[in-house]
T-cell receptor, first 110, second 116 residues
Framework: DAKTTQPPSMDCAEGRAANLPCNHS???????VYWYRQIHSQGPQYIIH???NNETNEMASLIITEDRKSSTLILPHATLRDTAVYYC???????????FGSGTRLLVRP | ETGVTQTPRHLVMGMTNKKSLKCEQH?????MYWYKQSAKKPLELMFV???????ENNSVPSRFSPECPNSSHLFLHLHTLQPEDSALYLC???????????????FGPGTRLTVT
């Protein structure tokens, strides 16, 4: 599975968009990009995933570059409850293993 | 509420004790997982069960013994643990055979284990 690189920490103001980047330059054609987050003292929570096209759901948007070497998770209007560690994970479609890295610790400021 | 419950939420045990962690999923999934999260370390996959058969054992010491009696329940039996085994133990479930949604795992709240 491809390795991902994320900044260790970011912050944003409440109500503003939070844009979390992820580099996955070694991604192969059949690998998906998944995002999870972990709020303090809770289990991780699935957010969104994509292959080539941009995706949007009720929680976030996922923008994947055309060459698929990087992606950005967008929380359009961050709230204090979005403070968490965000994990970008790349997976082959034949693998069930979620390999969690260190993620990005997002702090949403009041 | 994710549909995955874990008990107990907190456990303190001595190195000579035997205890069990329990996980139950109410989502109708057919795959279940145990993860370990030590302080300031990424989550580590320990065991995977698919259709009640163990399909993954990530070089976990034998003092951790998983059991999956049916697709809704998963146990982690603990014996003669070491202080370095203190961690948050997380259970997750997913629906295998669902294509890309296989990786949409639903996690329980975890059991915070302290070994003294």
């Amino acid at each position: 599975d491809a390795k991902t690189t994320q900044p260790p920490s970011m912050d944003c103001a409440e109500g503003r968009a939070a844009n979390l980047p992820c580099n996955h330059s070694t991604i192969s054609g059949n690998e998906y990009v998944y995002w999870y987050r972990q709020i303090h003292s809770q289990g991780p929570q699935y957010i969104i995933h994509g292959l080539k096209n941009n995706e949007t759901n009720e929680m976030a948007s996922l923008i994947i570059t055309e060459d698929r070497k990087s992606s950005t998770l967008i929380l359009p209007h961050a709230t204090l409850r979005d403070t968490a560690v965000y994990y970008c994970i790349v997976l082959m479609d034949s693998s069930y293993k979620l390999i969690f890295g260190s993620g990005t610790r997002l702090l949403v400021r009041p | 509420e994710t549909g995955v419950t874990q008990t107990p939420r907190h456990l303190v045990m001595g190195m000579t004790n035997k205890k069990s962690l329990k996980c139950e999923q109410h989502l109708g999934h057919n795959a279940m997982y145990w993860y370990k999260q030590s302080a300031k370390k990424p989550l580590e996959l320990m065991f995977v069960y698919s259709l009640e058969e163990r399909v993954e054992n990530n070089s976990v010491p034998s003092r951790f013994s998983p059991e999956c009696p049916n697709s809704s329940h998963l146990f982690l039996h603990l014996h003669t643990l070491q202080p370095e085994d203190s961690a948050l133990y997380l259970c997750a479930s997913s629906q295998e055979g669902g294509g890309e949604r296989d990786y949409e795992q639903y996690f329980g709240p975890g059991t915070r284990l302290t070994v003294t």
